[in-house]
């Protein structure tokens, strides 16, 4: 099983670093989190900035989503196009367009192959060019797995990605999913993202184990916590107010397994786990 870390902030004390910077490179591949493009980061000079920093840093692959930023939805994959990320040689990795207000009917086929068509165009894919991988973003209950697979499959087929990933399917769906895509000869899932740091493992065991068995390579999100495992906070030096802030709410996520409702069961819950801080 392979491993990547997908990150959202440039941590200049590693970049700096060249012998910690090069041990986390050897063992793992870096991928920068696009969600702030359109947000924290403003206009196609700042992106540009970025960019390059990212490629002296030795990142060169970026992730994105059609919803990337909910303040201003598509942002992100424009202003990459925009600033030339795929000419400069970034591998772009992106998700099926998700509504804020809901998640049902978000991976039909006719809103796959929309979204496919809509990413192209703003990132301003060339000839030779494409998806390196694409997700879902989240699991569409309303849809049948079937026309799901045959969906990203038709894509697929078309050569508009080279791998496909999905984000968030708990244990069941992943399983169901996979046979699927191998009874009817459609292009299987190699990828899976899911959140996974310190605080929060929840996919270790039956999604992990999945994983392995297929092959497939895990890209863990907010590796960092959101800031939270930066250690200012728990040093007592404290950093700007909107880091804290961050911290706190994927402090609350974590604990509370609430990205797109995957709840912890209760039994899973340790009685011994402390209170979630929110001061």
Known sequence: MQVSLLFFRLRHDLLNRPQLYHAVRKSTQLIFGCGGLGNEFLGVDAVTDLLTTLKKGGVGRVDTAGLYPPTDIGASQRLLGQSGASQMGFA????????????????????????????????????????????????????????????????????????LGVCNFPPDMLAEYIAICEREKYVKPSVYQGLYNFIDRRHE???????????????????????????????????????????RVCWVRCRAGGWF???KKPSEQSKADPETETK
């Open 92 to 163: 772009i990795d992106t998700k099926i367009l998700i509504s804020i207000h809901g998640l049902q009917d978000t991976l039909t086929p006719a809103k796959i192959e929309k979204s496919v068509a809509i990413s192209y165009q703003d990132l301003n894919l060339k000839d030779g060019q494409c998806i390196d991988t694409l997700y879902d973003h989240a699991p569409d209950v309303a849809t049948p797995l079937q026309d799901q697979a045959r969906g990203f499959d038709a894509q697929y087929r078309k050569g508009l990605f080279n791998k």
């Open 261 to 263: 409702g995957m709840k």
């Open 205 to 247: 065991g039956a999604v992990l184990d999945l994983v392995r068995k297929h092959g497939m390579t895990f890209v863990a999100h907010s590796p960092q916590g959101g800031g939270f495992l930066h250690g200012r906070l728990a040093a007592g030096r404290e950093g700007p107010r909107r880091s804290q802030l961050r911290a």
